[in-house]
């Protein structure tokens, strides 16, 4: 499948199913060394980097020859004390790269791959502003999602002036050096130092990495479905969820045992299906300029919970959900049991290692210690586990600062790598409870390897807004990315998170969110951190009522999401998927302005996502599709189709295996 080819030489090149993937000229080099000094500061999870490259130069291709079944292309140059080496090696289809270097004088490295002017690129993790990432740079580097996004907006600049949190097109909470191409191939780079991936050029795509020290991998195949196939056999793939979790809505409240039990009621009586209650306050509060936080001291909090142990284990219907992170709180029981014993993070001089989470200190549980490692995984077996709790929000993993002291390793080296060891955290606490296939946790931050432990990710904490970047379509495109990265499960604050400045969720944006997430493998809501500047779901009975209905449709489906999350489980093929699955030589299905995407393989669901309309213009790729709600048969390509409230357009395809399922929610719901 692949072929190194040596035309001459002064060149090497690489091809991948007839494909050319790598050239390496005199004229026209493919691989650079450097040195380059990294500035890196961060505030509250928002970092600004910048990279001084002091020199880069390009290598020469000095010959190759095979080892151990290898082949090793060699490289050098008169700055370079002794020889680059790149060894590949070719494994079940995929092509494993390694590169060295004897020089230790030299820290960047940089590798470019051969494009097309019309390919398109997708990936790089969970994106929020472009599925295809095609002329622009993507930083590799896990932190704060950022307000707004998008540096042309007035709620960005707002957040910038305020404390330096606007973020960027490229500012995720789950990014990976991974992407997948149009040519039917794809790469990952198996790194966690800090790494770009440049797609602004026409013929050329380039990888740069913080490191000498490069692992890569390459693989060819026909179709999309076999690369994510392959790209999970790599990462690792999710479990399947347990059946409750894919019924009726988890319900997102807070304000104590009474507040919590009467909005269930509230909502129950109204007709809704709730399958979980999550109260993120379960350990307590405090209120900050941002809106309401949460005291991050991860013990039952009984005076704002009375009796909740009893409600979780008497409630046989609902099953209830917590929250925790990797953070402890300055002067809480867990930050003193934590400091006595050394399990914390360390600045140079040897000292714990606190910094500003917002208006309070926190020290971060030091995750490549064994022994703090295992601590942490008792405090949730013991803490949540052991509470009643089936699942929880599995927070943050973004603020591990650069220059902190790890046991394992420098800040800088374990960064990225961070989240990926707090999902494993989480994970082995559940497995080692004998509860896998039961308890679902949700994280937001994700790295290479997350695939193997995180069940679920949820996209964040968007805008109460319409905003392409930040607010509802973004979730759109961050899914599709996310599946496209490996990890296939993936769900979202309904009505969003962020309430700040002028921004407050009116019913139209709440009733709208709904809506689509009816159509994921996971319906879920949140209050917001301003709850009181927030239409709520169980604000009146027109609410209540539409949101009843969405969790009724939400159930019919599970037949439907239970195959495609199983399917997920066992090849690795996406949940929600791009609309360039069914139509790849199609330009139109490679737009992530479509805000469109085919729910497994027999449901195109086109949610609504701008205020003010009860139509939607809708692109179909190739087949016939029938509208889930007035049975009339579309074509493919362009059609204005109703989207009236609690009717977003979906449909399905024509002779799908589904066909009944689909006609006895329209007959029911339509």
């Known amino acids: 499948m692949f072929e190194f080819r040596f035309p001459d030489e002064n060149t090497a ?92 004088s030299f820290n960047r490295f940089w590798l470019r791959l051969a494009a097309e ?82 797609f602004r050029e026409k013929t050329f795509h380039e990888i740069g990495l913080w490191s000498t020290a490069l692992r890569l991998t390459i693989c060819c195949r026909e179709t999309f479905p076999a690369l994510l196939e392959s790209l999970t056999e790599l990462l690792g793939r999710q479990l399947p ?3 409750w979790s894919m019924k009726g809505l988890w319900l997102g409240v807070q304000g104590g045992t009474q507040r919590a039990t009467e909005l269930e009621k509230r909502c129950r009586e109204g007709g809704m299906d709730i399958s979980a209650v999550w109260i993120q306050d379960w350990e307590g509060k405090r209120v900050t300029s941002f809106g309401s936080r949460l005291q991050w001291d991860w013990r039952w909090n009984r005076e704002r919970y009375p009796d909740l142990d009893k409600v979780i284990a008497e409630d046989s219907e609902t099953a209830w959900m917590g929250y925790i992170n990797p953070y402890l709180v300055e002067g809480g029981v867990l930050f003193r049991e934590a400091k006595e014993h050394g399990f914390f993070v360390r600045r140079t001089d040897g000292t714990d290692y606190l910094f500003d989470f917002g ?60 989240p990926m060891l707090w999902g494993k955290c989480n994970r082995e606490a559940v497995r080692d409870a004998g509860k896998e296939g039961e308890i679902v946790f949700f994280m937001r931050a994700g790295a290479a390897g997350s695939q193997r432990y995180a069940p679920l990710i949820w996209a964040g904490d968007q805008c109460v807004d319409w905003s392409e970047d ?127 995407y085919l729910l497994g393989q027999d449901l195109l669901v086109a949610p609504v996502v701008e205020p003010g309309t009860d139509l939607r213009k809708v692109w179909l790729p190739r087949d016939e599709w029938i509208s889930l709600w007035s049975h009339k048969a579309y074509p493919a390509g362009w059609s204005e189709v109703p989207a009236p409230m609690d009717k977003p357009p979906v449909f399905y395809r024509s002779g799908s295996a589904y066909s009944e399922l689909f006609a006895s929610i329209a007959q029911s719901f339509g």
């Open 241 to 243: 969820l347990p059946d």
């Open 470 to 596: 930040d607010g509802l379509p973004s979730v759109i495109t961050a899914a599709l990315s996310l599946g496209l990265s490996g990890f296939g499960l993936h769900t979202c604050d309904a009505g969003g998170y962020t309430t700040l400045f002028h921004l407050k969720r009116d019913r139209e944006l709440l009733l709208r969110w709904l809506e689509f997430a009816c159509f994921t493998p996971v319906m879920r809501t949140h209050e917001g951190n301003r709850p009181e500047s927030n239409v709520q779901l169980y604000d009146d009975s027109e609410i209540i009522s539409s949101a009843a209905r969405l969790t009724g449709i939400h159930d019919a489906l599970f037949p439907y999401l239970k195959k495609c999350v199983e399917e997920n489980a066992q090849t690795g093929l996406p949940v929600m998927r791009p609309l360039f699955f069914e139509a790849p030589e199609e330009e139109t299905a490679w737009s992530h302005r479509l805000y469109s």
């Open 13 to 104: 090149e690489l091809f991948g199913s007839g494909k050319l993937l790598f050239r390496h000229t005199a004229s026209s080099p493919a691989l650079f060394l450097g040195r380059g000094r990294e500035t890196i500061r961060m505030f509250r999870g928002n970092f600004d980097i910048s990279d001084r490259i002091i020199e880069r130069i390009a290598l020469v291709f000095a010959g190759h020859h095979t080892e151990n079944g290898k082949q090793v292309l060699c490289f050098t140059h008169p700055c370079l004390q002794g020889e680059f080496h790149l060894t590949a090696k070719e494994e079940n289809g995929m092509l494993h790269l390694s590169a060295s270097c004897g020089d230790a």
């Open 117 to 198: 002017d019309d390919e398109h690129v997708v990936g790089g993790g969970e994106q929020f502003s472009a599925l295809d990432l095609r002329g622009r740079l993507w930083p590799i580097w896990t932190r704060e999602q950022g307000v707004g996004r998008n540096k042309l907006t007035e709620v960005t600049r707002l957040a910038d002036a305020l404390d330096g949190s606007g973020g960027d097109y490229h500012t995720t909470f789950f990014p990976q050096p991974t992407f997948l191409s149009s040519r039917r191939y794809f790469v990952h780079v198996d790194n966690y130092e800090y790494a770009e991936l440049d």
């Open 359 to 418: 208006e309070y200190d926190c020290g971060v549980v030091d995750l490549t210690n064994p022994e703090a490692f295992d601590w942490y995984k008792n405090v949730i077996r013991t803490n949540l586990i052991g509470m009643g709790f089936r699942g929880w929000m599995a927070d943050f993993g973004e603020y591990l600062p650069a220059d902190a002291v790890c046991y394992g390793g420098s800040g800088l080296e374990y960064h990225n790598k961070w």
